[in-house]
């Protein structure tokens, strides 16, 4: 987990760099709130990768003598298929269509998005409908 | 319906997991959340909006062919060349790429069940559907597509100079493929940082999948800013915000900072997943392992954190921008991108190198993004920039990068077509596409580096015949409808693999990576067995356990056995962390 906490965390590092200089050198409001965001970017979830990664025993996947048993059992949980993602990405698109064509798709729009939801939490409770 | 995905066994017994009812057909295709299926569904929609570009492109270059041409209305052209681009730019390389390719082979190169977070990646999908269909519903509005360009300057791009449905249409479309490509870079981080298999260290993973690593972060810091631009542009057309309008007290060059710190990087996003394909290819087709691993993975990592701080280098002409330090910032980038060439050039050097069509696109893509660099280095000069900003010269340019990665996406789709499908794409007809493509790109932009230095401006639907332009742009449009051949030849090739398929079975290139490990194409839940993965390249070890270290490698090795640490650094060179990478599994 460290290569992974340290790779976000140069993110951090660069950007903090970068972001100070462009600040110093320039003045300008907009680049530098946008490197600051950067910087935060890349501190925020580094530095708790980092916080964690000294917590956590290593896993298989960062053991370069791991071999395939040592990460027997199960990985994680998998949805299989779902109508719901499409019901969404179809609501969200009325939604968007509703800033410019007016108010009439943004009904259609809200209940699919609604029902989605509803949907996809219901279906990660007890398993899914199609 | 919930799937338990269980770390397959080493040659163990194959067992069938649980699946339920799995829909097929039409259902399947709308419900999948399977990352094999969705990044199908994408590469499909990203090739149909590239043929889609790629006629308007043809149009553009019959309306050029002549001098006062008249083939289209000005008001036409203007739409042509500003979807031509939006398509291209935000609906083909890059979706293709990070929702296509490093869909279906991220996860099958790290041995990963499937993406960490399958219904949102579908969900990106769907987002991607719907924006790109938006953006295309422009085209029979009242008042037509967006014309503003692709970049969508202000004050061009508010409600008085662009009015209509159209243009809105463009910005809600890119804010919800702004959504779709946010998504999938979580999706790809959280991936590769949380479901390698055991053994598939961070500095094992093939370089193809540490570029998407570092393109999914590059996603994360780029297309928020885009977005929320975006945001702000439609409340200054519908609500007044006055937030890019000088006469309520908003700066246009805002719009050009916000756009542009989200446009450099995405050149970024869009050519990281390339360079990576490009790496692997080469290192295949080459018979080697990656010459300079670290090297390279260093190299894109630079290369993203300074794409990041060059954004006004697009603005020089504004006046108001930093000059000394976006030219330096840019000129640095050619420092970890000649790494790359050089790690590249590195790993064919003295390999049995083969010429099949994946490395004829490869080598195709050195010798055009060279071009396209070294133009781009010249560019970051202000005083050449000054001269040329808004002539062809930059359009040659960027269209030198672009069409390398579409080189780079054709290697990776005859080098993955196999895995993705278990038929082989011809190699005959193949080779015959990429010679059009190459020669075609080469007479396409050329002369337009001429036309730029001449003084023709972009973005013009007719120029006069004393302009003194008619030879070369004649010359231009003839290269593009080879290009056009060979675009056609491709499709012939896949329709063809249709009709009378070759069985491309497991691992036809003699590929080292962990995706060629399963079949063509692989199961549900990708493997049923996985190798040991005791280097960089797990397939290698397996089926030439002879030839874990090449012969001249060893022939280095044996004068450096003395020196007390080399020997473990150069067998890492190699790949090979010492010791037998079988001894744990010797007995199976």
């Known amino acids: 987990m460290k290569i992974e906490a340290y790779v976000l965390l140069f993110v951090g590092f660069f950007f903090g760099c970068a972001g100070l200089a462009y600040w110093l050198l320039s003045h300008e409001d907009a680049g530098s709130v946008m490197l600051l965001g950067t910087f935060l970017l890349g501190c925020l979830p580094g530095g708790y990768y980092l916080w964690w990664s000294r917590r956590m025993a290593p896993r298989p996947a960062d053991d370069p003598k791991a071999s395939v048993e040592d990460g027997a059992g199960v990985v994680g949980s998998f949805p299989g298929s779902s109508i719901w993602p499409f019901v ?28 989605a939801l509803v949907g996809v939490i219901y279906e990660s409770r007890r398993g899914g409908l199609v | 319906m919930t799937v338990l995905a269980d770390r397959p066994e080493v040659f163990g017994e194959v067992h069938e997991h649980e699946h339920g009812h799995e ?24 090739v149909i909006f590239f043929l889609l570009a790629g006629a308007m492109a043809m149009l553009i270059r019959a309306q050029l062919a002549s001098p006062d041409s008249t083939f289209l209305s000005q008001h036409t052209y203007n739409e042509m060349f500003t979807m031509h681009g939006s398509l291209m730019i935000y609906l083909f390389v890059g979706p293709v790429a990070f929702g296509g390719l490093a869909n279906y082979i991220v996860p099958l190169q790290i041995g990963a069940p499937d993406m960490a977070f399958p219904r949102l990646n579908a969900l990106s999908y769907w987002l991607y559907l719907g924006g790109g269909s938006l953006m295309m519903m422009g085209f029979f509005t009242t008042g037509s597509a967006a014309d503003f360009g692709w970049v969508a300057y202000a004050p061009l791009s508010n409600s008085i100079n662009t009015p209509g449905a159209g243009p809105d249409l463009w910005i809600v479309a890119l804010i919800l493929t702004g959504f779709s490509a946010i998504f999938t870079g979580v999706n790809l981080v959280s991936t590769i940082y949380y479901l390698r298999a055991p053994g598939m260290t961070m500095f094992r993973m093939p370089i193809f999948t540490w570029n998407m690593l570092v393109t999914g972060i590059l996603i994360l810091i780029a297309f928020p800013v885009f977005t929320s631009a975006l945001v702000f542009l439609w409340c200054d057309r519908h609500l007044g915000a006055h937030i890019y309008e ?27 997943p390339f360079f990576g394909i490009v790496t692997d290819v080469i290192a295949v087709f080459s018979r080697k392992p990656i010459f300079g691993y670290r090297g390279m993975v260093f190299a894109t990592i630079s290369i993203a954190a300074l794409s990041t701080s060059v954004w006004a280098h697009h603005m020089f002409t504004t006046g108001v921008v930093l000059l000394p330090f976006f030219s330096l910032m840019s000129y640095l980038i050619a420092v970890p991108t000649g790494i790359k060439f050089f790690n590249w050039i590195g790993t064919m050097w003295r390999g049995s190198v083969r010429f099949d069509t994946p490395m004829l696109f490869c080598i195709g893509f050195l010798a055009t993004f060279l071009v396209g660099g070294v133009t781009g280095v010249l560019l970051a000069s202000p005083p050449i920039d000054f001269a040329t900003h808004d002539t062809y010269f930059v359009v040659a340019h960027f269209h030198s990068v672009v069409m390398a990665l579409v080189m780079g996406a054709f290697a990776g789709f005859y080098y993955w077509y196999p895995k993705m499908t278990g038929r082989m794409l011809r190699e005959g007809i193949g080779k015959v596409s990429f010679w059009f493509m190459f020669i075609g790109t080469n007479v396409t932009f050329d002369p337009q580096y001429l036309l730029g230095l001449k003084g023709m401006p972009r973005r013009i639907a007719e120029y006069a015949a004393s302009d003194g332009y008619t030879t070369l742009n004649r010359i231009s449009s003839a290269g593009a409808a080879l290009l056009f051949i060979s675009v056609a030849l491709f499709l012939v090739n896949v329709v063809w693999s249709w009709w009378v398929p070759i069985p491309a079975g497991d691992n036809p290139w003699d590929a080292t990576t962990l995706e060629w490990a399963t079949t063509s194409p692989p199961p549900h839940h990708n493997f049923v067995k996985l190798p040991p993965i005791r280097s960089r390249r797990p397939v290698w070890d397996k089926n030439h356990p002879e030839h874990r270290i090449l012969e001249h490698d060893k022939a280095r090795l044996g004068g450096m056995l003395a020196a007390p640490g080399g020997v473990p650094v150069l067998l890492d060179e190699v790949g090979v962390d010492g010791g037998d990478p079988y001894s744990k599994d010797a007995d199976r």
């Open chain 2, 246 to 272: 000088v006469s309520g007290g908003g700066v246009p060059v805002l719009w050009q900072d916000l756009f542009w710190f989200f446009g450099h990087p995405e050149v970024y996003i869009l050519a990281l």
């Open chain 1, 88 to 115: 969404l990405g179809l609501g969200a698109t009325f939604v968007a269509a509703a800033l410019v064509f007016g108010v009439w798709t943004l009904g259609v729009g809200l209940f699919l998005v609604v029902a």
């Open chain 2, 23 to 46: 829909p097929s057909g039409f259902l399947k295709w709308v419900t999948s959340t399977d990352h094999k299926v969705i990044g199908k569904n994408y590469t499909v929609t990203a």
